[in-house]
């Protein structure tokens, strides 16, 4: 089946200005994760949902950043007044259910999205 | 922090062993993921190691020490297409997300 899928690829934006990022899990994946990775560093985590669950907010860096995940499916991740250190590739993963070890339950990333703040 | 420490970078030859390391705090410690991420895509997953020991998949292998916080990937007859970074990630106990190394960068050269 289809992995998962990720929109924009690239995006550029000036500085304030707000962007949506968008991620399609594996269809019946009910875990769901958002990164970022900048350039040389690792991934840092920023939010993830784990079925109707309240999600786990603890790696949002400021509130300008908020993710919604609708019908326990697609995800949208806003951030909103962009800043130049927003730059940043914007990695979404799912994995069947959340914190599960073993084989078949890891994560799946996405090819992410490319943020530029210009 | 979770204190994730990896090399930044290794060199090996095309056809070699190469071992990449990564330590991490045992306190909390609930199992190990390792990623394959190649330049400008996505990380994909390598192997998961629970308990002590070595869990062989091919050329690669993975291996972990609880009590010592203490893991490695193995690559045995190195190609030219492993060059890529390789992501240590552990997995706490508790309602926790992944906390991700800030990867091993592996070149590859003839």
């Known amino acids: 089946g289809a992995g998962v899928s990720q929109s924009p690829s690239n995006k550029v934006t000036e500085k304030g200005k707000d962007v949506e990022l968008r991620c399609d899990p594996i269809s019946g994946h009910t875990a769901l994760y958002w990164y970022r990775q900048s350039l040389g560093q690792g991934l840092e985590f920023l939010i993830y949902?784990?079925?109707?669950?309240?999600?786990?907010k603890s790696g949002l860096p400021s509130d300008r950043f908020s993710a919604e995940r609708t019908g326990g499916s697609v995800s949208t991740l806003t951030i909103q007044r962009t800043q130049q250190e927003d730059s940043a590739v914007y990695l979404c993963a799912s994995s069947l259910r959340h914190l599960a070890g073993g084989v078949g339950y890891e994560q799946y990333f996405g090819p992410g999205t490319r943020l530029t703040v210009t | 922090g979770q204190n994730i420490d990896q090399p930044t970078e290794m060199t090996a030859t095309e056809g070699a062993i190469v071992q990449i390391n990564c330590t991490y705090q045992t306190s909390g410690f609930n199992g190990l993921f390792w990623y394959q991420q190649h330049a400008g895509e996505a990380p994909t997953f390598l192997s998961y190691?629970?308990?002590?020991g070595l869990e062989e998949k091919g050329r690669f292998s993975s291996f972990l020490s609880r009590s010592k916080g203490y893991s490695y990937l193995l690559l045995k007859e190195l190609q030219m297409k492993d060059s890529a970074s390789y992501l240590c990630a552990r997995l706490n106990s508790g309602n926790t997300p992944l906390v991700f190394g800030k990867g091993t960068r592996l070149s590859v050269i003839a």
């Open positions: 949902f784990q079925g109707n669950s309240a999600p786990d």
């Open positions: 190691n629970v308990l002590d």
